[in-house]
């Protein structure tokens, strides 16, 4: 079975940054395709940046593209979420997500539990 572990959230005024990490041991054993996801009270879930272990091919959601940065550190077994220029409409929880296959598979197989990220001046 396998453990999603994130870190990193908190609070950020407008404009500021944070670094979410996801970590599995898994990650440095094998391919996985591993996603940040984020969710708003309401509304749905938002696939907002996915990486390929295999060729670190990665995916952007328009709405964070150039602000948001992913990385896979093998290393360290953690895939890690830069977010820059932070916004107030970034408010959500973030959730790290992982699959054997691709970054599009309608329903990712393995979670984590969800770390908050408030962005509020």
């Known amino acids: 079975q396998v453990q999603l572990v994130e870190s990193g959230g908190g609070l950020v005024q407008p404009g500021g940054s944070l670094r979410l990490s996801c970590s599995a041991s898994?990650?440095?054993?094998?391919?996985?395709?591993i996603a940040w996801f984020r969710q708003v009270p309401g509304k749905e879930r938002e696939r907002v940046s996915c990486?390929?272990?295999?060729?670190?091919?990665?995916y952007y959601a328009d709405s964070v593209k150039g602000r948001f940065t992913i990385s896979n550190t093998n290393a360290r077994g953690t895939v890690d979420l830069q977010m820059d220029s932070l916004r107030l409409e970034d408010t959500a929880v973030y959730f790290c997500?992982?699959?054997?296959?691709?970054?599009?598979?309608?329903?990712?197989?393995?979670w984590g539990k969800g770390v908050t990220v408030t962005v509020s001046s």
């Open positions: 990486i390929h272990s295999h060729d670190g091919s990665t």
């Open positions: 997500a992982a699959d054997r296959s691709s970054c599009f598979v309608p329903k990712m197989q393995y």
């Open positions: 898994v990650f440095s054993a094998g391919y996985y395709a």
